[in-house]
């Protein structure tokens, strides 16, 4: 039985390409599959990149190779939270990515499925 919900936490630096900070298999999580996430820029001074990308399912119920873009690339402010990104949509996966703006500054990353 899959687990009908899932939350979590990451933490870490940005580099100057960009890696995946979350990657959750949201098949089965809630009564509809949902993913929430707040995004919050820890360092002091400078700024960040991030992206949403989900993942559909294939045609088999599995989840897609082909990404979709759910929020483009986004700037966040030194010392600030993103507004709540609430992923409406059922997909298989959902990954966070971020990168470097203005240099190497520190994330963290809390979400939930429902």
Not at 27 to 37: D, H, I
């Amino acid at each position: 039985m899959l687990d009908p919900h899932k939350s979590g936490k990451a933490t870490g630096t940005t580099t100057a390409a960009y890696v995946e900070a979350v990657r959750v298999d949201t098949r089965g999580c809630g009564p509809q599959g949902k993913f929430l996430a707040i995004i919050r820029n820890t360092h002091a001074t400078l700024t960040m990149k991030y992206k949403i990308d989900g993942y559909p399912f294939d045609v088999d119920g599995t989840r897609s190779g082909l990404a979709v873009a759910i929020k483009a690339e986004t700037e966040i402010a030194a010392a600030t939270s993103v507004t709540q990104t609430d992923v409406d949509k059922n997909y298989a996966a959902v990954v966070i990515s971020v990168i470097d703006s203005s240099g190497h500054a520190t994330f963290q990353i809390d979400w939930t499925t429902y």
